[in-house]
Every structure is written in structure tokens, then in C-alpha cells.
């Protein structure tokens, strides 16, 4: 499998960005879809996840209300669009696959793979 993240940019404090991330390859093998993000000096942050196994979406909470995730099921993408973006925001955010349907293991990035080379989102105040 192979993921392709894109959309990322400089940006406002306040204003909105769309990143997107096609999926490629064997990807009848994917159950989740998850967004994460990596800050200098930091570790890779769990943003949201779309399951297409129950066709449901997980959040942070540190973005819940602000970011929401959709998908493209003939794209095999999902997009995250993000609003009222802060400072804290400003990561390299990063798409990834797993086969893993439990929610409890969303937040840790070793449960998934196939990561995309990421996109910058950088915002300014």
C-alpha cells in the first residue's frame, strides 16, 4: 500500500487548510485510515482516523470541533479539513494505514504503516 498525502501549506492563525491522502496499491487490506502529525523536537501525534470497516471517524481531542475527516470511497482518499487553525497546529502531518480496528489503539503510530511522506502545515499568528 502506498499513501500520498498533499494539501499542506502556510496558513493564518484562524484560517482553514484541506489536506488529502490517496491510498494506492492493495487496498482491500486496509481497515483504517489515520492522520497524525510530528512537530519538531516532539512525536508523531494521533489527529483522527477513518475505519472503513464501520465507516465511522475517531478525533483527538485537541482538534475535536475543529478538524473533520471525510473520504472519497471511489478515490480510496480521505481529507482532513482543518479550521480555526492555531499556532500548536503547525506540524508535518502524516497519513497512515492499518488493519487495526480497535479505537484504543488509534492513538499510538505503531500500530500503523504505510506512511505517506507527510505534508508541511505550517501556520503563522
Known amino acids: 500500500v502506498q499513501m500520498v498525502e498533499s494539501g499542506g501549506g502556510l496558513v493564518q492563525a484562524g484560517g482553514s487548510l484541506r489536506l488529502s491522502c490517496a491510498a494506492s496499491?492493495?487496498?482491500?487490506?486496509?481497515?483504517?485510515m489515520g492522520w497524525f502529525r510530528q512537530a519538531p523536537g516532539k512525536e508523531r501525534e494521533f489527529v483522527g482516523a477513518?475505519?472503513?470497516?464501520?465507516?465511522?471517524?475517531t478525533y483527538s481531542n485537541s482538534v475535536k470541533g475543529r478538524f473533520t475527516i471525510s473520504k472519497d470511497n471511489a478515490k480510496i482518499t480521505v481529507y482532513l479539513l482543518m479550521n480555526s487553525l492555531k499556532r500548536e497546529d503547525t506540524a508535518i502531518y502524516y497519513c497512515?494505514?492499518?488493519?487495526?480496528?480497535?479505537?484504543?489503539?488509534?492513538?499510538?503510530?505503531?500500530?500503523?504503516?504505510?506512511w505517506g511522506q507527510g505534508t508541511q502545515v505550517t501556520v503563522s499568528s
Open positions: 497512515g494505514e492499518t488493519s487495526v480496528t480497535r479505537r484504543d489503539r488509534f492513538s499510538d503510530p505503531g500500530w500503523f504503516g504505510s
Open positions: 496499491g492493495r487496498t482491500h487490506s486496509i481497515y483504517t
Open positions: 477513518y475505519s472503513w470497516s464501520d465507516d465511522t471517524i
